[in-house]
């Protein structure tokens, strides 16, 4: 059956997941032609996702994007349905009733893992948990977490790694200019650490984070940047045939952390290339007592070899930040390999009117901007399909029908207009504290706060 899509039967769209992916997916829906009613679901009463509990507390500015997202959760054909879990509240067979397609936005929120012995000891964890931690993240604000390493490993070379990497190392009047969750603030402020290694396998020129990320490690006020010269040195016949901007500026500020003398600051960050993570330490009582690592060269195909030289870095925190996954969404097809739901430019592969976009889509690549696109394109083909005649209608396409059902199942919907009252809540909170922001970081919390 063929559907006209009017304004009194516009096309039904469901967005699973409220992060970038998911907010540019629904800008590219109100803006095409047809008349469009677009519900944006979440598994928290927060929206937007990774720019709340990813994006580090200390980069406000990229934060900013947030103002944009308000104006499309905003308009009128737009409802945000926070506090209700795809596949739990709503299933995917009534998602599939009550609306003409589905566009499946629920990122990455799991993590690779090391594959080394002693991975799990104490100590031990995916740099995404102590992300979520000091993010204020509901699932992780509980966590009793101790800062009593003296040294902490963290394994990767992206903006994750530096971002931990940094939040670690910085001052406490440094950590309260920015957003960070509050029971994040006395844990830093006792913190033991005084040296933080991030490594990479590889060399620098193989480095995923960019260039302002790196460059603040020589802008903080209480602490000095430590690079061996040999780990930075590149063949100027590979040095010649790098076109990437990034890299070469990188390769510039690595170098001058190189030749730079130490201030004797009170903590330490170690850059470290071309050495690999192959056993976690266990000091007998099951927590990590250090951190043997391999030294690599280059083959010619640019893959680390180990070399037989081995380290023992003395550290007893290690955190992984070697890429995310994604998790399946029960009813929806999953590469459990890839870590992403299958398809074809967008459309979930062998489910007319489902679609994808963002990491879920693609993988973990790209940073917040590289989203839109990804979503744009993704949109594009559902409208051609909706233009076309190859979805099918929705049988009970109204907002009420779907209002009825969670409220069968007692679901505390969270609205947009509940997360502007507490968003005017943390904000005001944090003003009053000479903070930006004072995050309310417990789901009961959060539900109290209701804008209605």
């Known amino acids: ?196 290694w991030v490594l990479g396998r590889r060399g620098p020129l193989q480095a995923k984070f960019t260039t302002k990320e790196l460059r603040e490690f020589g802008e903080l006020s209480d602490a000095d940047p430590i690079v061996k010269p040999a780990e930075v040195q590149v063949h100027e016949t590979e040095e010649a045939a790098v076109t990437d901007n990034t890299v070469k500026k990188n390769l510039e500020v690595l170098r001058d952390f190189a030749v730079r003398t130490p201030e004797g600051r009170d903590r330490r960050i170690h850059l470290r290339f071309l050495v690999s993570p192959v056993e976690i330490l266990d000091d007998g009582q099951g927590r990590v007592a250090g951190l043997k690592v391999e030294r690599n060269s280059l083959d010619e195909s640019g893959n680390a070899v180990g070399t037989g030289e081995f380290e023992v870095l003395p550290v007893q925190m290690v955190l992984r930040s070697v890429g995310y996954k994604g998790v399946a969404l029960p009813g929806v097809p999953f590469d459990e390999r890839r870590g992403v739901i299958p398809n074809e430019g967008g459309r979930v592969e062998g489910r007319p009117g489902e679609y994808t976009a963002g990491w879920i889509k693609r993988g973990p690549s790209g940073v917040i901007g590289t989203n839109r696109k990804d979503a744009t394109d993704t949109v594009a083909q559902l409208l051609s399909d909706a233009r076309e005649g190859r979805l099918s209608p929705a049988p009970q396409p109204g907002r009420a029908e779907v209002d009825a059902l969670l409220a069968s199942r007692g679901v505390e919907v969270y609205s947009f207009q509940d997360w502007q009252a507490l968003d005017a809540h943390e904000l005001a909170q944090g003003q009053a504290q000479g903070r930006p922001r004072h995050k309310v970081v417990h789901l009961r919390e959060m539900l109290a706060h209701r804008g209605r």
């Open 1 to 196: 059956m063929t559907m006209t899509f009017s304004p009194d039967r516009p096309l039904r769209v469901a967005v699973i997941g409220s992060g970038p992916s998911g907010i540019f997916a629904t800008e590219a829906l109100l803006k095409s032609d047809l008349s469009v009613e677009v519900d944006v679901y979440d598994r928290l009463p927060t929206p937007y996702g990774l720019v709340r509990y990813g994006v580090a507390p200390d980069h406000l500015t990229i934060k900013s994007v947030t103002k944009a997202f308000e104006k499309t959760l905003g308009d009128g054909r737009v409802r945000f349905l926070g506090n209700v879990e795809f596949g739990r509240d709503l299933t995917h067979e009534e998602a599939r009733a009550h609306y003409d397609a589905l566009i499946y936005t629920v990122g990455a929120s799991s993590d690779r893992r090391l594959g080394i012995p002693g991975e799990d000891l104490q100590g031990s964890m995916s740099a995404t948990e102590f992300v979520a931690w000091y993010n204020g993240h509901p699932d992780a604000a509980t966590r009793d977490l101790v800062l009593d390493a003296t040294g902490v490993a963290v394994i990767g070379v992206g903006n994750v790694a530096l971002d931990v990497s940094r939040i670690l190392v910085k001052t406490v009047a440094e950590l309260r200019e920015s957003d960070i969750a509050a029971h994040a603030l006395p844990v830093l402020e006792r913190s033991a650490v005084k040296d933080v």
